[in-house]
């Protein structure tokens, strides 16, 4: 385990061992098993229609693997990645597994405000960009990084590196396999505060969950599983997503966005049976499917998760899309929860699904802190961190002394087992499965010359769950909010975490201990 990083405790890791749990085994087997098994199915379909073959991914991820450590990458080494959906994120993955190098993964959406504190936080001494995506170009936002941070060496480019270097390619050399009880990955944690949590997952636990998770969803050597969400996701990359149809065998197609007339047609063409999405967009397929004259008859099976899905649309998904619902309610730190294939029906509409494993121990705890049926979802098992990266104050308040993830998710449990998400203990916005750290964005505002005080809160949304008003005190004049949102967007703060709405008070209502009540700020919404 590299330092700053959380082991499980010796007996629970050799209980996971001992009973299968954990296979002893390095995340890069997926694609080597592969390769070795069916070297001439597909494993991936690129979104410009490349298609490579188990043999060709696999060589290409060793022939990467060289080229890094020709570039000085040594094992250990963090490595921010920071890619769309293409291929050379997949080689990349696999090919710092192989060198040892723990790839820090971060979305295409990230901006400054995100990358920076990563580097920072992580000590990486490389980072991985695609030259562009639609109208954005990593490679300024690169400049931007490497000069905040002195400590990162390297920025390799997928395209047109400019003056920086293009992904290595070297001819395969003996690697040492990694300890399957190391780092393999970092996930960034969808966190209340503004300072960036790093997840550590181990090559045990991160394979545990990606096979089990294959096998609860059903894949087999015949899946063929769209990645419409961010490649870069834990519920696309391993929640089963790619590493999950690897496991089963299955064919990866790459969607460069998730838009309908994309996916739709890449369903069509592909004879795609599996994909996952975010309520917003189950909402957006649902409706354009009405309309739409591609044949989306091979979709057996559509995940939704990042936010709770409410019952009503749950229940039109058969109707519309002519598929199976899968509820999914997970986090990158571990615990997964996903409705079963063969659950009845009223539990796959009206619940976010129970435990994965066997293993999970799930306790939910009322503000007393006393076991409930209802109230704060813990947790602690086999692919469930035991802490968070280089964090050690934080982790004191985020999990208990036996080692139980405070998850700060208010749920209800049915005697089945399923949960239904009732909320959330976290000051956080689920804006359309993305997750805002409401401090995060008040500490940006806070910024703005005209803002004297900012509240962040989430407002109800029938589409995307929750949108973002900004509640400011200002110093005389009232900024517009566009005004707001391109100062933002000017200190490098991602898209998706731009307020909404904002809305100007002369103070804010105060809790009995002096502090902000964002909960009248809520009912000030309501009684809008």
């Given amino acids: 385990m590299l330092d700053g990083c959380t082991p499980w405790p010796p007996e629970l890791?050799?209980?996971y061992r001992a009973e299968g749990y954990w296979a002893g085994q390095p995340l890069d087997v997926l694609l080597r098993d592969g390769a070795r098994n069916h070297p001439a199915k597909t494993a991936l379909v690129g979104p410009t229609g490349t298609r490579w073959t188990y043999a060709e991914l696999d060589a290409r991820a060793d022939r990467a693997a060289a080229g890094f450590l020709a570039a000085g990458i040594a094992r250990g080494d963090r490595v921010v990645v920071q890619m769309p959906n293409i291929d050379d994120f997949v080689v990349t993955i696999f090919a710092l597994l192989r060198v040892g190098a723990p790839p820090v993964l971060a979305l295409p959406a990230h901006r400054e405000s995100e990358i920076v504190p990563l580097c920072e936080l992580s000590e990486a001494t490389a980072y991985v960009i695609a030259d562009?995506?639609?109208?954005?170009?990593?490679?300024?936002?690169?400049?931007?990084?490497?000069?905040?941070v002195p400590g990162l060496r390297h920025v390799f480019v997928s395209g047109d590196p400019a003056?920086?270097?293009?992904?290595?390619d070297a001819a395969p050399v003996p690697l040492d396999a990694p300890d399957p009880g190391e780092v393999a990955l970092f996930l960034l944690s969808g966190g209340t505060t503004g300072t960036p949590k790093l997840i550590p997952r181990t090559h045990d636990d991160y394979l545990y969950n990606a096979?089990?998770?294959?096998?609860?969803?059903?894949?087999?050597?015949?899946?063929?599983?769209?990645?419409a969400l961010p490649a870069a996701h834990n519920f696309a990359f391993a929640c089963p997503g790619i590493l999950g149809t690897f496991a089963a065998g299955g064919t990866v197609v790459l969607a460069p966005n998730p838009s309908p007339d994309v996916v739709f047609e890449l369903i069509e063409t592909e004879r795609v049976t599996v994909t996952a999405v975010v309520p917003p967009l189950a909402l957006l397929w649902m409706e354009n499917a009405e309309w739409s004259d591609n044949d989306l008859s091979s979709l057996e099976l559509l995940q939704v998760g990042g936010a709770k899905f409410s019952a009503e649309p749950a229940g039109r998904v058969r109707e519309t899309l002519g598929c199976q619902l899968q509820q999914v309610f997970g986090m990158a730190e571990g615990l997964l929860n996903y409705t079963r294939l063969d659950d009845p029906e009223e539990l796959i509409v009206t619940t976010q699904g129970k435990p994965l494993s066997p293993a999970d121990e799930v306790r939910v705890l009322d503000a007393d802190g006393n076991d409930a049926t209802e109230g704060e979802l813990l947790t602690r098992g086999p692919y469930t961190l035991r802490g968070y990266y280089r964090a050690d104050e934080h982790n004191k308040r985020a999990f208990t002394e036996d080692g139980f993830y405070r998850?700060?998710?208010?749920?209800?449990?049915?005697?089945t087992g399923h949960l239904v998400v009732e909320g959330r203990v976290k000051d956080q916005i689920n804006r359309g499965g993305e997750k805002i750290p409401a401090e995060e964005l008040e500490n940006h505002l806070l910024a703005h010359p005209l803002v004297h005080d900012a509240a962040v809160v989430?407002?109800?949304?029938?589409?995307?769950?929750?949108?973002?008003?900004?509640?400011?005190?200002?110093?005389?004049?009232?900024?517009?909010?566009?005004?707001?949102?391109?100062?933002?967007?000017?200190?490098?703060?991602?898209a998706y975490k731009l307020p909404d709405r904002v809305e100007v008070l002369e103070e804010f209502p105060l809790t009995t201990v002096g502090k902000v009540s964002k909960k009248a700020l809520g009912k000030l919404l309501e009684e809008d």
């Avoid at 109208?135 to 000069?147: G, I, Q």
């Avoid at 096979?211 to 990645?227: K, P």
């Avoid at 029938?462 to 005190?473: D, N, Q, S, Y």
């Fill in 13 to 15: 890791a050799g209980k």
């Fill in 132 to 148: 562009s995506d639609d109208t954005f170009d990593y490679r300024t936002l690169a400049r931007t990084v490497t000069k905040a």
């Fill in 163 to 168: 003056e920086f270097t293009a992904l290595p």
């Fill in 211 to 227: 096979r089990a998770s294959a096998e609860v969803c059903g894949l087999t050597a015949e899946t063929v599983y769209l990645v």
């Fill in 407 to 415: 998850s700060g998710d208010l749920v209800r449990v049915l005697p």
């Fill in 458 to 494: 989430g407002m109800a949304d029938e589409v995307m769950g929750e949108r973002i008003c900004a509640f400011l005190v200002v110093k005389g004049e009232t900024p517009a909010l566009r005004d707001v949102t391109t100062f933002l967007r000017a200190r490098g703060v991602a």
